[in-house]
């Protein structure tokens, strides 16, 4: 089965750039979203299509994809960041998430 | 606006059954596949079902298959998800949410329990 892989956790100080990976076999070839779930709340939806966000997230959210590696980067990160950040592809018929990544905003 | 509301969670014992439902509001029901996702204490997400638009279609994580199925009502535009021979690594918070390639809309939650 596919699998897609993050760091457990990521620390960025505020205003500085969060950068979270996800690797899985030919991910480029692959749509990417990026979900961000705050304790104790549903997941939220902040990029889809690699790169594309919806319209109420802010702009510092950006995504890529290349390779077999997929990235979501927060520019200017705030302390209302902090948060798990999960990567998720489509193979195959199936949903497949990655393991999840803990930013922390220190 | 969009809202799912997912109900039927609780306490059932191992190798029991539930049944959980997801109410949909704020959008055309028939016009979206969605899925079922879960999330066990502390642990990350887990996709577990998804469902086409027609209800034609529809899969399952290798965790749950075999032993749940997934349906929909247009009429009550509500998605089922069937719980079948429930055991302990089943207890998560189950989500219930829009689409499938991509999971636009999440609901809260409804936190099903497997313990004797």
């Known amino acids: 089965s596919y699998e897609l892989t993050q760091?457990?956790?990521v620390s960025v100080s505020p205003g500085q750039t969060?950068?979270?990976?996800?690797?899985g076999d030919q991910l480029g070839e692959k749509y990417v979203c990026w979900y961000q779930q705050k304790p104790g709340h549903s997941p939220v939806l902040v990029i889809f299509q690699n790169n594309r966000r919806p319209s109420e997230i802010p702009e510092r959210f950006s995504g890529s994809n290349s390779g077999s590696t997929a990235t979501l980067t927060i520019s200017g990160t705030q302390a209302m960041d902090e948060a798990d950040y999960y990567c998720q592809a489509w193979d195959s018929s199936t949903v497949v998430f990655g393991g999840g990544t803990k930013v922390t905003v220190l | 606006e969009v809202q799912l509301v997912e109900s039927g969670g609780g306490?059932?014992?191992?190798?029991?059954?539930?049944?959980?439902?997801?109410?949909?509001?704020?959008f055309t029901f028939s016009n979206y596949a969605m899925t079922w996702v879960r999330q066990a204490p502390g642990r990350g997400l887990e996709w577990v079902s998804s469902i086409s638009r027609t209800g034609v279609r529809t899969y399952f994580a290798d965790s749950v298959k075999g032993r749940s199925s997934i349906s929909r009502d247009s009429s009550k535009n509500t998605v089922y998800l069937q719980l079948n021979s429930l055991r302990a690594d089943d207890t998560a918070l189950y989500y219930c949410a829009r689409e499938w390639q991509q999971l636009t809309y999440w609901g809260?939650?409804?936190l099903v329990t497997v313990s004797s």
Not at chain 1, 18 to 23: K, M, Q
Not at chain 2, 11 to 26: E, W
């Open chain 1, 7 to 9: 760091p457990p956790s």
């Open chain 2, 108 to 110: 809260q939650g409804a």
């Open chain 2, 11 to 26: 306490l059932v014992q191992p190798g029991g059954s539930l049944r959980l439902s997801c109410a949909a509001f704020g």
């Open chain 1, 18 to 23: 969060a950068t979270i990976t996800c690797s």
